[in-house]
């Protein structure tokens, strides 16, 4: 199974873009990125996925290194609405529908 | 709105009560998924049914007895549960199993056994 690292907190400052960085050294060639996000005691939230390729969408920006071994989610700017936990999953090979949630980066947005 | 509504959102229970967690999806999925998320614990993949026949059953206690009627509803059947059972259950969809499967989660039933 490719695990993640991710640091357990980070604070951003509010309009300032938030990097949140992620470890998975040992992904395998046909593993995903996923960043899920959970808003406290709310259910987690998908936000941007990718397999090598740099990813942008309306929330966020995925940049994955060239050798796969780490990624950083990037929010641009940075809302109060933004603070939550975020979790970098690598999709488990071979166990079909498996998401390992870990533990995450709790973001808080700082006014 | 993520359109997956679970019901209830809180539920306290006894011991030895028997109650259902209720969750449905109005995404046109055909996979759900079951997880548990304890107090400073990561969330634990309970069930997955995939086309209404469960795929994935993680080591869950009997006394965790989910049902999928059909691909649109999923339930949580509850019996004699611990306090250590008290947690948020988390419901989930996905369009299709598979390498690209992006899971939409409820809100979640915070459930407190006394």
């Known amino acids: 199974d490719a695990k993640t690292t991710q640091p357990p907190s980070m604070d951003c400052a509010e309009g300032r873009a938030a990097n949140l960085p992620c470890n998975h050294s040992t992904i395998s060639g046909n593993e995903y990125v996923y960043w899920y996000r959970q808003i406290h005691s709310q259910g987690p939230q998908y936000i941007i996925h990718g397999l090598k390729n740099n990813e942008t969408n309306e929330m966020a920006s995925l940049i994955i290194t060239e050798d796969r071994k780490s990624s950083t989610l990037i929010l641009p700017h940075a809302t109060l609405r933004d603070t939550a936990v975020y979790y970098c999953i690598v999709r488990i090979a071979n166990t079909g529908n498996q998401f390992y949630f870990g533990t995450g980066t709790s973001l808080t947005v700082i006014p | 709105e993520t359109g997956v509504t679970q019901t209830p959102r809180h539920l306290v229970m006894g011991m030895t009560n028997k109650k259902s967690l209720k969750c449905e999806q109005h995404l046109g999925h055909n996979a759900m998924y079951w997880y548990k998320q304890s107090a400073k614990k990561p969330l634990e993949l309970m069930f997955v049914?995939?086309?209404?026949?469960?795929?994935e059953n993680n080591s869950v206690p009997s006394r965790f007895s989910p049902e999928c009627p059909n691909s649109s509803h999923l339930f949580l059947h509850l019996h004699t549960l611990q306090p250590e059972d008290s947690a948020l259950y988390l419901c989930?969809?996905?369009?299709?199993?598979?390498?690209?499967?992006?899971?939409?989660f409820g809100a979640g039933t915070r459930l407190s056994v006394l």
């Open positions: 989930a969809s996905s369009q299709e199993p598979g390498r690209k499967n992006i899971q939409y």
């Open positions: 049914y995939s086309l209404e026949e469960r795929v």
